[in-house]
Each structure stands twice: as C-alpha cells, then as structure tokens.
C-alpha cells in the first residue's frame, strides 16, 4: 500500500509543480514578444496619447513585470497581481473585447468545444478499435489492406483539408450547413426539432474530426493486436480449443489495449487544442477559434486563460493516464 | 480581397450614417428583378441574413474598434449628421445646422418625436450628454479625440444643442458622424463607462437589438416606431462565418442572403451561381494600400525611441521617385487583386469624393524613365553586379555602397508577399535589391514607428470620412509620436495642415487639402499602389431594392437595409 501512496503522491506532485511552471511560462512568453495591446490600439492618428496612457494603466501594463524595486510595495507587479487574482479564480477581463470577463467567455467556448470532440471522440475510439481488431484478425487479406490503406490516408490528409472538402462536397450535394452550431434566429416547435438542427450543424466538422482521429486509432489498434496475436498465451488458447471470438475476448483485447489507454488519455488531453483547426474550418464558435482570434490580437487575459486550460487538460490527462498504468501493469508501479 | 482591410486596428471604415432621409429624394439604382413588377402593394416582412467573418468586439460604441461593431452601431443607433452614398453629409437626428462667423459656435436643431427603443425621448439633453460623455472618457479609443474641441455643450431647449468649440474646425459634420446618441437616463448611473458591457443597447436607430452572441450571431428586429419609419423588413440577422469559402458555400446554397467579404478568387464561382449576384463599387471612406520608405533625418530622429537606420538614399527625392515611377500598379492589381482595386494615389481615396485630388498626377510607370532618373541622380552599377551602388559624395551607404533595401510587410495581409515579390522584379529591373521579410503586426509597428528602424514597408490603412485624420500622419509634429510612419517633415505642408483644419468654407479646405496631396506626390512620401474595392455578394431571390453606387457604405448599412423589400 505504501508503494502505491508515494507513488501517486509523487505523480500528483510532479503534475502541480508542471502547472506552475506553466503559469509562470504563461505570463512570460507574452510579454517578452515586441509590442502591447495598448500599443496596437494606438496606430491610429485619432488615438490621444492620453488614451493610450490611460488604456495602459487599465490593463495595469504601467507597473513592472515581476518584482516592483523603483519604490514602493515591492510586489506591485503585472505578475503578483495576475497569480493573485488567478488563486481567487478570476482569470480577468478580455482586452480585446474589453468588457467580456475571460472565464465566462472560456467557458462558452469550452462547452461548444465540447459539443463537437466529444462525439468525434468516442465515435473514433469505437470504430477504430474495432477496426484495427477486425484488421489484425483477418492480416494479409484485402479487407486488412484496405483497412490499411485507410487508416494511413486518413492519418497522412492534413485536418483542414479534410475539412474543406467535407464543407464543399456536404454543402454543395446534402445541402448541410457550413457554419456555426445552429440556424441563427430560427424558432423551433420542439426540443426535437432543436437538437435535430444541432445534430445537422454538427454533422460535418463531426465527421471531420471523427474521421482525422480514426486513422491513427485503427493503425495502433492493428499492429497492437497483431503483436499480442503472435504471444505464446494466445498459441496455448489456440491449442485449447477455444473459439477465435473467445480468443480475442478474453485474451487479446485486454493487452491490445493497454497501449490504446496511453493514446486515449494523451489525446484527451490534447482534444481542446486539437480542435482548433476544426473549429477554423466550420466557424464553430470554440475554444479553438477563440484562441485563434486572440491570438491575432494578443489578448494576453484570454490567450493566459486558455493556454492555462490547454495545460491543465494535459497535464491532467497524462496523470490519469499514469495512474491507470499504474493500476493495470503493477511493473510500473514498483519502478 | 476584403472589403476593408482593417491592417492597422484603425479605422472607422464602416457605414457611416443613414441615408434614409435621402432615399425619397434620391432613386436606388434597383437590383432585384421584381423591383419593377411591384406596382400593386409593395411587400414587407421577413429577416435579411447576412455572413460575415467576424464579430463586434463591443456593444457599447465607446469601445469599438472592429468595422463590425461600427456596422452595428450604425443600425442601432443615431447619429446628429451621417453621410450618403455620395459620401455628403447629411441630416440625420439634427435637421439643420449652423456656424457663428468666427467659427466657434455651432448650432444645431434636432428633429421631434425621435425615441430610444425602450420609449424615451430623444431630446437635447441627450445629445449633450451623449457628447460629454464620448470627450471626457479617456479610455474610449477614437471617440475622445473627435470631441476634443468641444469646450463647452448646452441644451437650451429640447431640440436645439449649442457647441461651442476652442478653436475653429473644418470638419465639424465628419466628428458628429460618429457621436451614437445614447439614452442620458441609462448612462446617467453606470460609473465605469468603459467597463459597461451595454447588453441591452438601447438606441434610437432604426434596429432594435434582440440578442448578441459573441463569435456567433447578432440578431436585430425593425423598430417600430422609428422616427424616420419602419424598415421594411422585420430583421437583420449577422451570423459570424469566419471560413470564407464557408461564406460563399452558405450564400450559394441559400443559407444567408448576403455576404460581406470573400476571396476574389470566388468571384467566378459566384458570378456563374444562380440568383446571386456580385456587387463591386468604390468604398465610402475607403482604404489603401502602401509601400513607405524611411525619410527620417537624422537630427529629427526621436530622442527616446528612435533607432534611425534608414538607408541614406532613400532621404533622396531622386530615388524615391524612381522607386515610383519603377512600381506597375496595374500588375499589383491584375496580379493580387484579380482587377478588384481602383489605382492608387495618395492618402485621400476616391471615397472621400471631392477631397480626392483626381487632377494630380500620378508617376507613369517607366522602367526606362526610372532608370534615366538614377542615372541622372548619380546612382551607377560601378562594380557590374545588377545593383546600382550610391554616389561616391554619399557616406554611410552600407559596405558594398549598393541600392539594396530591406522591405517588410505587414504579414496578416495576404497578398503582401505577392505584392512584395511584383515591386522586386520591376525594381530589380533599375538595379535597385529589396530583401523581403514579413512581420506581424505589433512587430512591424515596433520597427516601423517611432524607431524607423527600417528602410521600406508595405502595410495598409483604412481611411476615416474626414481626410485630416489620414492627412496628419505625413506632419512634423508626429515624428515622434509613433503616428508618423516615415519621419517625413516639410514646414510646407504642415502649414497646409493646420490651416485646412481651421477652414470652416468647403472649397477651400478642398483646395487645401488637394496642395497636400501634390506635395506627398512630389516629394514621394507615400506609394499607394490601389485603392481595395468593395466587393459583395447577395441573393436575388430573397430580397430586391438594395441601395447600389455610386460609392457605397456597404450593403448592410441601413441606407440599404432600411429599404429593401421582400420578393414574396
């Protein structure tokens, strides 16, 4: 037991001080960039130097970075006060949309976020496993090449390409729609006909990411099961007499799957991100798109608030994923 | 191409003002096909959708610095005195107006029976409130300094607001197009007007607001009892498509009935669909496109922030105007533009009408002439490797001495490296070597100004109504103040200046204002390689009676919105 305890009080350990890291990272990676979003405001002859001054001292970039050593209270600085307001929870305001605090518009996008890799997530896991599983059973015939093949072309298709032949070939031949999670101003009989207008919106970038994901899913999946087909256990299944369904059931699936756990839990992690592209391609009003526009305007408060999510969605994901390993193979506990 | 290439976060190019008033007096050209047949009674109803790439980063209009918060607030609120198609001004909530013969006292007379949406009524007392209000906050980005010489502001009766300035103006109808009326009785309590998210957006405008979302829609509805009437149709729907082949698809196949920017290369692809069409006119105010050098001198070089590595010979009239006449603007526009862009000029463009010095005369593109130029000027290739070196008399030219500059551009401009690559071929063909790199915006802005630490750079600006505003970044006195891109400083045309902003009679601050224009010309201050157009695209069987030419301030402002009709 105590093996365990240290073991997951080291993991849990490792993963705040990551986080840390990261908020300091953060704050300093944009602000070491040249210029400011006060600046960037300012090119323009109808900004007063007044008003620049004034925007600067109300997003607080007139005091010092870090540490305040001209006089004063020495932690009257942009970096105090930003971790200050971080512990109570308040990730600011928004300087591009200069009145829209931050988390609130974060967690707008992150549930519409969510609406879309959700799905494409699970989507992608189940038909990928199963396929990689159903290619591996039948190796060196054409249904594995074909699986092959596919799995492959869809991993190589870059994700915004695949996208934008979706949104032609789905627009132009189903007349779906190519933008935005729902028809904008339209009024509905019934939650049905709402969440059928949703599923509609969602159709495309769900594909889509569904169809990005599944590539790499179906290949890991194959060679896994192969790998674990050429075991002597499963030579001793065989020489049992069992079924080949009942092979792949109770002995193969379960140690296929061990590296598809790993793969799982880091691409949780990265799905928040991962989606960004999408999100670009189908105007799906995100966290991805969100970032994407902040980005542009170097809306630190936004950019810090997401980036931070980004991280701990990571961070959180591979420590689940090191637990669970840590729970199926005893070996890498004990290590 | 976009329809206005915000390249520096400027700009106010949006619609400005509401053209209703004028549409009785002044036929639209019609677009729809059933225009014509419409004799019987004529049908209202139904909700415009419009695409567009993005979102207004704020309801309340001190805040805004997007052209689609300006759109909105066009729709939503009023304005003392808009402009029209034509780019004139022209009475909106003020029905006249007047100035005291020294200039420093404006009068104007407000019309009655103008309401907010939630009821209330518009008086003088808004007006002056509404005026204080966008002068005293010094946190609102343009707003401020359109007031700034507002010395003092009274309501002596319910229609009628009196001004009286600090010194004289000669743009006083271009700094009332932008003061949005806002209701004293809501404002009157919120104590931070900058951090007032105005979710309910109560105006006076034609269009009442029912929902916002950011990145996502913005729905309004036609307000009834609007003073001037009710638009024609119930509503106006944005919804944010922020893919523009997502837009041409969604207009193709009838998710919306209008979009607002799109690639030029979809032009074809729209011109060929059935019932849509494809709308392209000179924008009111406009924007432009230009390639600047660095001019600054070395004992104006700033004493903080400058940096000063300009190349010496660009200090030279006799080069720049070779680089000039060296540049084919027809090919930049062929080439990036797909023929979508008028030629440029200087910093005034066509949309600003008869501020537009049309007569002068722009450098004719010649590379025998450009090359005759430095040669005469002194600039020879000396040592046969393609690139001319500086004359013998000029130090500082660099180890090898040659007409090599660096070149940089604005990198969210997507045609900037195409465009960069055009100049190169036709300024190596004068022996002249550019090295190219992109940079982003807030990175260029802090090589460009006030450093100058550059030699030659391709960026964009979008022009406000007022030509001053464009006009003043070429003075002396912004050298220093990061407005200034390129360190030019002639007494001369700072004279012209600061009298054209003084100048209470039109035609003569015209004329002012087109001297300054042939100066820039002259001394090469500014090469505006094209004027970007407007191009739009919308449905013909949806709605008819859109408001076209001869400029345009785009089909979703409300001169067109407030008129077109359903075809059902």
């Known amino acids: ?335 | 191409m976009r329809r206005s290439p915000v390249h520096r976060p400027v700009v106010l190019v949006a619609a400005v003002g509401l053209v209703l008033a004028a549409c009785s007096a002044q036929s639209p050209s019609p677009s729809g096909s059933a225009e014509a047949s419409a004799s019987v009674a004529p049908a209202t109803g139904g909700t415009v959708r419009i695409g567009w790439s993005g979102s207004p980063d704020s309801l309340n209009p001190g805040n805004g610095l997007l052209s689609e918060a300006y759109t909105l607030y066009e729709l939503v609120f009023d304005t003392p005195i808009g402009v029209n198609n034509d780019g004139a001004y022209e009475a909106e909530l003020a029905t006249d107006w007047s100035v005291s013969d020294d200039g420093l006292t404006w009068t104007m007379n407000l019309v009655e029976g103008a309401t907010f949406h939630d009821g209330s009524p518009l008086t003088a007392d808004d007006v002056k409130f509404t005026l204080e209000l966008y002068r005293d906050t010094a946190d609102f980005p343009y707003l401020p300094s359109y007031g700034d010489v507002f010395e003092s502001i009274d309501a002596p009766s319910p229609t009628q607001i009196v001004i009286h300035l600090s010194s004289a103006v000669g743009n006083f109808e271009a700094r009332m197009a932008f003061m949005y009326i806002l209701p004293k009785h809501i404002w009157e309590t919120i104590d931070d007007p900058v951090a007032f998210q105005n979710e309910e957006m109560i105006g006076s405008g034609p269009f009442a607001l029912v929902t916002h979302v950011q990145n996502e829609s913005v729905t309004l509805e036609a307000f009834d009892t609007y003073w001037k009437g009710r638009p024609n149709i119930d509503g106006v729907i944005f919804q944010t498509i922020s893919n523009p082949d997502a837009r041409v698809a969604a207009l193709t196949n009838g998710q919306v009935d209008l979009i607002t920017e799109f690639p030029a290369t979809a032009i074809t692809t729209l011109q060929d669909a059935e019932n849509v069409e494809v709308y392209i006119a000179d924008t009111f105010p406009g924007s432009l496109r230009d390639v600047f050098f660095n001019q600054v001198l070395p004992e104006n070089c700033p004493p903080d922030d400058g940096v000063c590595t300009g190349h010496p010979a660009l200090l030279d009239v006799a080069v720049r105007r070779a680089l000039a006449t060296a540049m084919d603007k027809q090919q930049i526009i062929d080439v990036t533009q797909l023929g979508l862009a008028a030629p440029g000029l200087t910093l005034t463009p066509p949309g600003l009408g008869d501020y537009y010095a049309s007569e002068v005369a722009d450098y004719a593109f010649s590379i025998d002439a450009a090359n005759q130029l430095l040669d005469d000027a002194g600039y020879l290739d000396t040592d046969d490797d393609g690139i001319r070196e500086c004359p013998a008399s000029m130090t500082d030219c660099g180890p090898t001495g040659d007409l090599t500059f660096r070149f940089n551009y604005a990198d969210d401009i997507d045609e900037a490296p195409r465009e960069a690559d055009l100049l190169k071929g036709t300024w190596n063909q004068i022996g002249v070597e550019i090295q190219i790199q992109g940079l982003d915006a807030d990175t260029l802005t802090s090589v460009c100004c006030p450093a100058f630490d550059y030699d030659i750079m391709l960026w964009g600006w979008g022009s406000d109504p007022d030509p001053g505003w464009l006009l003043g970044v070429a003075i002396c006195d912004e050298v220093g103040s990061g407005f200034s891109e390129t360190g030019y400083c002639n007494p001369a045309y700072d004279d012209l200046y600061v009298a054209q902003g003084i100048e209470t009679d039109h035609d003569a601050r015209v004329d002012l204002v087109h001297q300054m224009q042939q100066i820039l010309i002259d001394d090469v201050v500014y090469m505006i390689p094209y004027y970007p157009q407007t191009v739009e695209a919308y449905r013909t069987d949806t709605y008819s009676g859109w408001l076209t030419g001869p400029l345009t301030l785009g089909l979703e402002d409300p001169a067109s919105l407030a008129i077109i009709r359903p075809l059902q």
């Open chain 1, 1 to 335: 037991m105590s093996g365990r305890g240290s073991y997951l009080v080291a993991k849990v350990g490792w993963a705040l001080l990551t986080l840390a890291l990261v908020i300091t990272f953060n704050f300093v990676l944009f602000r070491i960039l040249p210029g400011d979003p006060a600046r960037s405001v300012a090119h323009d002859p109808r900004v007063s130097p007044a008003t620049v001054a004034a925007l600067t001292a109300r997003f607080g970039l007139d005091k010092p970075l870090f540490l305040n050593l001209e006089g004063g209270d020495p932690f009257d600085s942009q970096f105090v006060a930003y971790v200050g307001r971080l512990a109570a929870g308040d990730l600011g305001v928004s300087y591009n949309f200069r009145d829209r605090p931050v988390a609130e518009m974060l967690g707008i996008g992150l549930v519409n976020t969510l609406w879309l890799v959700v799905p494409a997530q699970v989507l992608a896991i189940l038909i990928g496993v199963a396929a990689g599983l159903v290619a591996a059973w039948r190796r060196g015939t054409p249904l594995d090449a074909g699986a092959l093949t596919f799995g492959l072309v869809l991993w190589a298709v870059p994700t915004f390409f695949m996208g934008i032949i979706l949104l032609f070939l789905g627009s132009a031949w189903f007349d779906l729609p190519t933008a935005g999670k729902g028809t904008i101003g339209a009024e509905y009989a019934s939650i049905w006909e709402e969440l059928g207008d949703l599923v509609r919106h969602l159709f495309l970038p769900t594909l889509t990411f569904t169809l990005v994901l599944l590539g790499e899913y179906l290949l890991i999946m194959r060679s896994s099961v192969i790998e674990v087909f050429s075991e002597d256990y499963i030579l001793t299944a065989k020489a049992k007499g069992l079924s080949t369904f009942r092979i792949i059931r109770d002995h193969a699936l379960r140690n296929a799957m061990l590296p598809m756990v790993t793969l799982i839990a880091i691409n949780l992690g990265f799905i928040v991100s991962g989606a960004i592209q999408i999100e670009s391609v189908f105007s799906w009003p995100g966290l991805g798109e969100l970032t994407v526009n902040a980005v542009r305007k170097r809306d630190y408060p936004v950019l810090q608030g997401a980036f931070l999510m980004l991280a701990i969605a990571v961070v959180l994901a591979n420590l689940a994923a090191e637990l669970l390993y840590g729970w199926l193979d005893p070996r890498v506990r004990e290590a």
